[in-house]
C-alpha cells in the first residue's frame, strides 16, 4: 500500500508524458474501414525502402465481417515497420512472425492502394497480439452493435469475462482501450453500457474492473458506488487500482479535469473511517474537480492522519488562494517556496489557520 501511496502522491503532482502503448478504441475505429474476426494464413516479411525498415504482409482468412464491405472474404493486409537498428535507433522491435498463422482475432484494417493496412492495437510491439484484439473461445457470436465502437467495446469486456481472479499483467492495456487519449474520446454512454455486464458481476475482480473503467470515464453513479460498497471494496485484490482511478487519473490532469458530481459521494467517502489510501485518493480527485464547492472537502483533508493526503490538500489551497487574500504568509507556506516549512505539520497547522479565518470570505459558513 506504501508503494501505491507514493503513486498516488506522484500522479497527482507531476505531469505524465509517458506513450499510452495501447490505442484507445475510438482512436481505432477512427483509423480504421474494415472491423472482421479474421485467422492468419501466409505471413511475408520483405525489406522497406531504408534499412532497418521492414513490410509485414498478412494474408487473413475473414470469418464474420463487423462493419465495412471487403469484396473478399480472404484479404492482404500490410504493416510498414520502423526497427531499431543494433541497440539502438528509431523505431521499435519488430513483430516476431513465428507462431503467427493460424492465430484467430478482431482485426482493424485500412483501405490502402493495394489491399489493406493493419491498424494495431498496440502503437509499439513485438508480439502478434499487439496487432489485433484477442478473441477468446466462444465469443465468435458476441451480438452485434449499432456502431464499431460499441461492438469492440462489447468485444473487450466479453474478453474481460473470461479472465478469472489471477493478475492478468494487461490490466493497463485493457483500461486504455477504453480510452480516453489526447487524441479520442469515446462515447461515454457507449462505454458505460458495454461494461454494464462487469458491473453487475458477483465476480469480485471483474466488478472492481467495470468500476475502474467506469470512474476514468468519469461516472458519477460509479463514484457513488464505490461510497455504497466501501466496506466491501476495501478488501478487494483491485481495491488500489479503484483508488488510482478516483483520485490519480488522469494523470498530469488539472483543476476542471473531473466531474463536480463527484463531490457528494467523496464527502461520504471522507466523512467514513479512514481507510489507508483513501484520503490521498479523495484529495487529488478534489485537486482535479477544481470548483468552488470543493473548498470545505479539501479542507477537511487537512484532518486526516494520512502526511501524503494532508500535503495534497496543502498544495491545493495554496495553489487557489484568491489574490485578494494573498499575503507573504500564504506565499511562503506554498510548497516548495525559499523559507517554507520543513514539515508536514507546519503546513497544515498554517492552512488549518488560514481556513478558519477565510471560509466566511469564500462564501461557507462554518457548518459547511
Known sequence: MRAALTLLALAAWVPQVRAQITVPIAELTRDANLVAIATVGRVTETPGTATPDRNLTVQLRLIRVISGQPSSMIVVATLAEKCYSGGGGPGHTCVVTSGMEGMTGLWLLKTAESG???????????KPEGLFLPVPPGLNDAAQGADPDSVLLG???RWIQSFDERPTGKDEAIYAAFG???QARPNREHVLAAIAPLLASSSPGQHAMGLVIAL???????MAQVADEISTLRSNPRFDEIMFAIGAYPTGGVAGSKSPQWIAPIARLLAMPEIPGMDASLAGA???IGTPETWPPIAAVLDSKDPTAQMIAVRTIAMRVPAAMATAETHRFYPGMPGSPGSTAEYVEFWKGWWT???AGLGFTAAQ
Do not use: F, H, K
Not at 116 to 126: G, K, Q, S
Open 116 to 126: 489493406y493496412r493493419i491498424v494495431p492495437i498496440e502503437r509499439l510491439t513485438y
Open 180 to 182: 480516453p487519449d489526447g
Open 216 to 222: 476514468r470515464a468519469e461516472s458519477a453513479d460509479a
Open 155 to 157: 468485444y473487450a469486456v
Open 286 to 288: 478534489l485537486y482535479r
Open 357 to 359: 479565518r477565510n471560509r
